[in-house]
């Protein structure tokens, strides 16, 4: 492993005013030989530790390459970012050299992913691949590193761990696949998780099971947790804010209560009168009506006036700004005040 | 829509088992996955019965051999008082054009080469007699506008849609035989939330204008609690709760149920500590060697030693108004707080 100098890498402790990650403005780019396909356009969210942010969007809203981008996984090219910045405890990712960005990558922000089957390699063991995490980047020995796999397997709550770490990934169940890939993420105590919808291959009892144990291990070290997802039943659970993507940009910004009480933005608005409840028994149905927008070929203006109830001639023009409703809310929206009040006929 | 007398489809005491073989040269059975054990139900003209439950519980499966593309191993699917389980030839045929299937996926249930006016008027091949050659393509063109598409676009080809439009090409080819049943299993697990309202609502609205009984199978508590009018719960083969949707929903009675309902996230926040929750431990069994007695005693925090003895069957318990499998069965709400 190269060494790097100590300046470039973000210190520990010492926030000041600077949250623990930052993205601000960042875009992000594909050029591909059908045109440029605009994934992420002016996305600005901030986490402070431990802190639960909720980044909800459909697919193609640009939720899961943001995330990439913050760990620095997407392919460049075809990516390409073109502006914005992702601050780490006041240090920006994007300027940094590779060395230095993969001393933070998995060490300082970890990230798990939907499908643990294909994250896994099916010809290692759990324990291997778990362990590995501590041969790489603490230079553990074999025995050592193995150990260390099933403290954390046991952490995360995998009965029989001493018995199971030599078990292949296709021995174990969806929940317990998740569970290892929970432990490979959490293994260098990072300070930052990013979990992309690391249950919607899941079963909800399992479910269950796979939130209660982010939140217990966020209780324990503290750490900020990003969860990306679809699922505004998830997100009410656990959340403590909540940004709202749609077209590459953030509608919506938000503390958990005030969302769903009181959207501002007609997208949040319809997903929420779109989703049938546990809890009643509802009448119909409000559907949004239309298809969410072709990245390579967006709308003008507000990416959702295609398909908003509230549209006027203003939003087809020009594309609204996300700009502050009160301390802690902000939406991107000409008429956030009619939604707001739900004037509408 | 109230339930007329005869039931359309009665299932009873169906079972579906998978051997298990070992050996490469001589086969010898050394089990089976009991995929569907035992299930019985009624449907009704233009009701929809709900089928929940986890990955691996038989609800697929249940839906293949309520289909005919499964033969049960034993019990009895009856279409209007006909046997469609051990019919074959010109009956399966006559059969089936009376209970269609809309599938999971949009993506992979089309055939790419095949332009969507011949996706939609395939069956009319099948079925000559629905529609003669002349009618197909005017009928074809009727149906897209049913399910909301443009009748103009009956050249084109699956690529040129999105998900929840190729979902309304599957509800559309499911729909030409005009039957009277239609068994979709998980039609909407594969769309965005903001598409999925706008094919539930498509699909109740079709229920209201053919008079359609559904068999709506998906592990989405919150959509069948939505669609339908009953609702059976299924683990590991078995159904273990049967009843209306209020039934189900607000006084379940299995602790399974119950397991499974408080375990659905609810798409509000206020109150969210106060949300009663029973974390289920662990993994259901394998379905190729259930416990004894109550299959669901493994997990079970009221299981005692007669569940291991004795299987409870699935009928009225006292205290309930609905049908449970439970030696212990007793309502509790654990969707609604306070």
Redesign the interface.
Known sequence: MKKTSPEVLPAEGGLGNEPLLAVDNLHVEFRTRAGVVHAVNGVTYSLNPGETLAVLG??GSGKSVTAQAIMGILDMPPAVIPKGEIRFRGTDLLKLSEDARSQVRGQRIAMVFQDALSSLNPVFTVGWQISEMFRVHRGMGKKEALTKAVELMDRVRI?AARQRVNDYPHQF????RQRIMIAMSIALDPEVLIADEPTTAL???????IM?LLAELQRESNMGLILIT????????V?DKIAVMYGGRIVENAP??DI??TPAHPYTK???E??????Q??Q??????G??PNLLDMPTGCAFHPRCPYRQDICVTEAPALSGISGTRSSACHYWREVLDGTHE | MAPTSEPILEVRDLVKHFPLTQGIVVKRQIGAIKAVDGVSFDLHRGETLGIVGESGCGKSTLAKVLMALERPTSGSVKIKGREIAHARGGELKRMRRNIQMVMQDPYTSLNPRMTVGDIIGEPYDIHTEVAPRGDRRKKVQELLEVVGLNPDHINRYPHQFSGGQRQRIGIARGLALQPEIIVCDEPVSALDVSIQAQVINLLERLQDEFNLAYIFIAHDLSVVRHIADRVGVMYLGKLVELGKDTEVYDKPAHPYTQALLSAVPVPDPEGRELRERIILQGDPPSPANPPSGCRFRTRCWKAQEICAEEEPLLQIRPGTAHESACHFAETHDVVHIG
């Open positions: 459909e697919s009965p169940s969806g929940g317990m079963d909800v009892t399992v479910q269950a099971q209660e679809h699922d505004l039943g998830v997100v009410a659970d959340a958990v209560h769903y009480k319809g997903l929420l779109s989703i049938p409840r546990v809890d028994k509802g119909d149905l409000y559907a949004i009506k298809m969410p």
